[in-house]
């Protein structure tokens, strides 16, 4: 007698092939996710350098303004401090702690899929 996996394969081959797109399709889906998390962090790390870049070129800027009038302007530090605020934001966003994307959905239906196994193949060794 065949265990119940084989004797599944056999008889209804459609339902294992159906099976197996879902796992394609559930592990692109899963991919994509995980995509969309790493490129944003990404983008937000470029962001964050050009930004630190140009508040090093503004703060410059100011001080040699500063300098060259002799007197002080809030604008001196207002300008070079917008970029500051963002390159810290985008900072902050890059190296925060990101989400798992562990591919936690495609483990559990793993697990589930190998405890059905396991509960055919005891079952099937009770007979």
Request: proline share 4%; glycine share 10%.
């Amino acid at each position: 007698m065949l265990h119940p996996i084989f004797s599944t394969v056999l008889g209804h081959p459609e339902l294992v092939a159906e099976h197996l797109a879902n796992y394609a399709a559930l592990v692109r889906q899963e991919t994509a996710q995980a995509g969309r998390g790493l490129v944003a962090r990404i983008v937000a790390g470029v962001l964050a350098a050009a930004s630190a870049m140009l508040a090093l070129g503004l703060i410059g800027v100011a001080v040699l303004l500063g300098v060259l009038h002799g007197s002080f302007h809030w604008v001196l530090v207002i300008v070079p401090g917008v970029a500051v605020v963002i390159a810290a934001i985008c900072a902050w966003y890059a190296t925060r702690p990101s989400p798992s994307y562990g591919f936690d959905d495609l483990r559990s239906q793993l697990e589930a899929d190998l405890q059905a196994l396991h509960n055919a193949g005891a079952h099937h060794g009770q007979r």
